[in-house]
């Protein structure tokens, strides 16, 4: 599976952003699907996962009630749809599709991983 993540760029606070992630290769419509996002010198940080019907999505407190996760065209892309961004959201944004059909918010429960996408909130 090859995974691409697109739709980063520069806001001001306040503004917003949507990420989609297309899977390539294979299907991973049967897999949870997930963002994390790292920061330089950082562990990298789970932000929101969905499981492989588009349900059950779950989100990092630092997150909740700004971003949204959903699934795409035939479950086989992911998109975050990032509201009210604020500079701590400034970091490079990485989809991830699981080894299961379920959301996880465990790096180690993701065995593919997208390039990542760098997103930058100016105050």
Known sequence: VQLQACGG???QTGGS???????SRRTVSN?????FRQAPGKEREFVAAINWKGGSPYYADSVKGRFTISRGYASNNVNLQMNNLKPED???????????????????DFAYWGQGTKVTVSS
């Open 31 to 35: 897999n949870g699907m997930a963002w």
């Open 90 to 108: 400034t970091t490079v944004y990485y989809c991830a599709a699981s080894r299961t059909a379920w959301a996880s918010r465990n790096k180690a």
């Open 17 to 23: 952003l949507r990420l989609s992630c297309a899977a």
């Open 9 to 11: 760029g520069a806001v």
